[in-house]
């Protein structure tokens, strides 16, 4: 069974990307994007100023990717690496996303942790995401310097642009957790996926190799119990997070583990096994693994099998 948006979507991703679209601001920048093939404005970006990935260019990081575009069932994103030092990554554009992994990301995960990043930014582009994290990047822009392009800056007011950036941020913090199932599918290991977040949180492996995760994530229940127990601490935490485009890292734990726990969880799994798992006894000419008859790609090094 090959892998379906619908079967890892978070119900509030989905529920929250069906509102954005009907903002009145968002639609018609969405549209302006699709119409005027605005993804080459990033293509352009990118292949102007930053190094493209591939086979023959920095081979140990994109050989991550193919395998990962394959267990999802989409087509292999361009790879771009930007030098940013914070360990960050994202993915942008709509017909053909790609994918951009900041320098500081590859320097602050093993590359088992890089690899479930990059099948996270895969979940975005298999949930459909990719137009309105753009939609999300050109309101950012919009409100903070005024405008760019697209006409958009002349059709919408001020207060309009800042509802329709609230509403974009509101849907891009639900979208991240079935971005985060995806990984969880491709990884099939919840302590590697929960590991990436903890670096993205407190920093590279030369910090945070001895932080223990557990007490890490008891911070989720210590921060419900404050917002609980205080209205006060209700309110700010609204203001803190109403702005930002990423879940608080303990609520991405939390929504991780349960889903690691559940039975759709499993269903996927199994479904996908089924269909993938017959093996012939093949051994991949790139590192000598066991591979699978309806591999394209060895999920242990990249090398292209058909
Ligand atoms: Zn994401
Ligand atoms: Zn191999």
Redesign the pocket.
């Known amino acids: 069974m090959a892998l379906n948006y619908r079967d890892i979507v978070h119900p509030e991703d989905e529920k929250a990307l069906r509102q954005l679209q009907n903002t009145p601001g968002v639609k018609l920048i969405a549209e302006k994007i699709v119409n005027m093939g605005y993804e080459k404005f990033y293509r352009n970006l990118y292949m102007a100023d930053h190094v493209r990935l591939g086979p023959d260019q920095l081979p140990e990081v994109y050989n991550l990717l193919p395998p990962i575009a394959e267990k999802l069932g989409i087509e292999v994103p361009e790879l771009y690496i930007q030098q940013q030092p914070a360990p960050n990554a994202w993915t942008v554009g709509d017909k053909h996303p790609l994918i951009v992994l900041y320098s500081g990301l590859i320097t602050a995960l093993t590359k088992e942790e890089l690899a479930s990043v990059l099948a996270h930014e895969c979940g975005h582009i298999l949930c459909h995401h990719c137009l309105y994290k753009t939609v999300l990047s050109l309101l950012q822009s919009l409100a903070v310097m005024g405008g760019i392009g697209l006409g958009v800056d002349t059709l919408l007011s001020k207060p309009l642009i800042l509802a329709a950036l609230y509403a974009s941020c509101y849907w891009s913090r639900r979208s991240e957790y079935s971005a985060d199932r995806a990984a969880l599918i491709y990884t099939e290991d919840i302590e590697l996926n929960k590991s990436a977040l903890l670096r993205l949180a407190a920093g590279p492996r030369s910090v945070s190799e001895n932080i223990n995760l557990e007490r890490f994530a008891e911070q989720t229940q210590m921060q419900d119990d404050q917002v609980a127990n205080s209205m006060w601490d209700k309110i700010l935490y609204t203001i803190l997070v109403s702005e930002k485009t990423h879940p608080f890292m303990t609520t991405r734990l939390a929504e991780l583990n349960a889903w690691g726990k559940s039975a759709q969880y499993r269903m996927v799994l199994d479904g996908m096994k089924n269909k993938s798992m017959v093996s012939s006894g093949a051994k ?1 000419p ?4 066991e ?1 699978e008859d309806a591999w394209k790609f ?1 999920r ?4 292209q099998l058909k």
């Open positions: 991949c790139g590192c000598g693994a591979i060895c242990h090094c990249g090398y």
